[in-house]
């Protein structure tokens, strides 16, 4: 399928880099994140806001598996984020990291902040392949992001650990092995750091 165009600059869209603009009086346009971000700017009077594209980065995980990221920035009023995530088939799927910043501070520093908290994420493991299937590992901790399950019509999320999808009755089984014990589930914002 061919990708629709910008309606600002008229270049093609990559994949998961459109977003739809507008409002319902006024109706909606396409826009690549550059067109986005550079509209955002105008209409919220910020001087300092450059949009820089970064190029994809490949990282090996500890267990010497590489990821391929691509980053996303988005400018939202009081500040910008920039979404790192790992593509399959076309969809974002696996690791997922963003970092937040001022519109005005360097792109490179956020990206340096954000490669450092990635790099720091994908040094940790917290599963083990066993006989008995996937288990927690001697870290006796879980680390990851919520997801939606497109196979589940039961409203239960998939979970993302160690860039794996995790199904919910998977993580039940996971769970189920530490019958008798406690445990403390917290819940962060994507840009916090676990
Ligand atoms: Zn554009």
């Keep these: 399928m061919k990708p629709n165009p910008c309606e600002s600059c008229h270049q093609p869209i990559v994949a998961h880099e459109g977003v739809s603009y507008g409002s319902m009086e006024c109706g909606y346009r396409l826009l690549c994140s550059r067109c986005f971000n550079e509209t ?51 969809s974002p799927a696996g690791y ?20 450092t908290k990635m790099r720091r994420a994908l040094a940790l493991t917290h599963l083990e392949d066993t006989e008995h299937g996937l288990q927690v590992n001697n870290g006796l901790v879980l680390r990851g992001t919520v997801d939606s399950d497109p196979d589940e019509h039961h409203r239960v999320p998939m979970v993302v650990i160690d860039g794996r999808e995790v199904s919910w009755d998977e993580l039940g089984r ?17 840009s916090e750091e676990t």
Excluded: C, N, Y
Aim: a negative charge; zero cysteines; charged letters at 25%.
């Design 40 to 90: 955002v700017a105008k209409q919220l009077g910020l001087q300092g806001f450059e949009h820089v594209a970064f190029e994809p980065v490949r990282m090996v995980d500890a267990r010497g598996l590489e990821h391929e990221f691509r980053f996303r920035t988005r400018l939202f009023g009081p500040g910008v984020a920039i979404d790192a995530f790992e593509l399959q088939g076309g």
């Design 96 to 115: 997922r990291f963003q970092v937040i910043g001022e519109p005005d501070d360097d792109p490179l520093a956020l990206l340096g902040t954000l490669i």
């Design 174 to 190: 996971m769970v189920s092995t530490f019958e008798g014990w406690q445990f403390k589930l917290q819940f962060l914002d994507r």
